[in-house]
């Protein structure tokens, strides 16, 4: 016998709501203020509620942190995995990743921001890299098999991508005068060019 649904009471979307206002407050006063100088006041504030119903959310400005970069991560990862289902070799779903890639972090400046802006670089988000170089290093396998990128140590391939493409977004949601299109295109064909498999790579 199938169990019912329960439905979400009152509270709880109260609840919930609170949260995600929260979260958004964040994401607007630490991309404007910068982490270390956002006071939990700050934050209350900008959500429009008190300090005390922060702490009945978040035990502190860390905790609250470490869930944006979560949330982020998870967001991250479900765009990117329906860009690749996109592609139908290993190579077409590598550019596909790196354009939405980009196209993610415009479209999320300033959670961006907040997570390399300041070089901030914790437990957390070790973790939320650590799910993207394994998808690197499995698609990376998978196209050294179809011999369309050059047999290369898979995991020393998949650290390097994820680390030039995270420095890349730093550097370029800084940047007022480089375009989507022209940071996409330098950056793929820069990839492409040295993992496409030829025959001076062995």
């Known amino acids: 016998m199938r169990g019912k649904l ?8 109260r609840r919930e709501k609170t949260r995600a206002d929260l979260l958004g407050a964040a994401k ?16 209350a504030a900008e959500a429009d509620v008190g300090v005390g119903t922060f702490y009945l959310h978040y035990d502190n400005k860390e905790a609250l942190f470490l869930e944006l970069v ?14 690749k289902a996109g592609g139908t070799n290993p190579l077409e779903q590598s550019t596909l990743s790196c354009t939405e890639f980009f196209r993610f ?9 907040i997570l390399f802006g300041e070089g ?15 998808d690197v290093a499995e698609n990376f396998r998978a196209g050294v098999q179809d011999r369309v990128f050059a047999p290369y140590p898979p995991a020393v ?7 030039m493409l995270t ?22 064909r820069f990839i492409m060019s040295g993992l496409a498999h030829g025959p001076d790579k062995r």
């Open 6 to 13: 329960v439905p979400i009471s009152r509270f709880q979307r």
């Open 28 to 43: 607007r006063v630490l991309g404007a203020k910068g982490y270390h100088q956002t006071k939990i006041s700050d934050i």
């Open 70 to 83: 979560q949330e982020t991560a998870q967001r991250l990862k479900a765009t990117l995995d329906a860009a």
């Open 105 to 113: 972090a415009q479209d999320n400046r300033e959670t961006f921001r």
């Open 120 to 134: 901030i670089f914790n437990e957390a988000i070790g973790k939320a890299q650590a799910i993207f170089i394994a």
């Open 157 to 163: 391939i998949s650290q390097a991508l994820i680390g």
């Open 167 to 188: 420095q890349v977004v730093s550097w370029w949601i800084t940047q007022d005068t480089v375009t989507l299109d022209e940071v996409v295109d330098a950056t793929n």
